[in-house]
């Protein structure tokens, strides 16, 4: 698991300077991340890594990225953020 300052340092990084990834990507952080396993913690630290663009197109579900271990944490993303929304 990460430390909390890991955690902060992984809070910042969802700020991502477009509200529509703000909107899926910080409530998911605060409210999903801590349960997730490990490994799924690591592949959205990885996730955090991309292109504002590639994350726009994952997150409204135009594509899936190419990234076996990216589709995961991505369908994690969205199933969370299409419960939210209901």
Do not use: H
Request: overall charge negative; glycine content about 2%.
């Amino acid at each position: 698991m990460v430390s909390e300052n890991e955690f902060k340092r992984i809070c910042w990084a969802c700020r991502r300077g477009m509200l529509e990834l703000d909107l899926v990507m910080e409530p998911f952080v605060q409210k999903r991340f801590r349960d997730l396993d490990e490994e799924d913690q690591q592949r959205f630290i990885k996730l955090l890594e991309c292109e504002d663009t590639e994350l726009f197109s994952w997150f409204l579900g135009r594509v899936e990225p190419e990234d076996p271990e990216l589709v995961k944490i991505v369908r994690i993303i969205n199933a969370y953020a299409k419960a939210a929304a209901s």
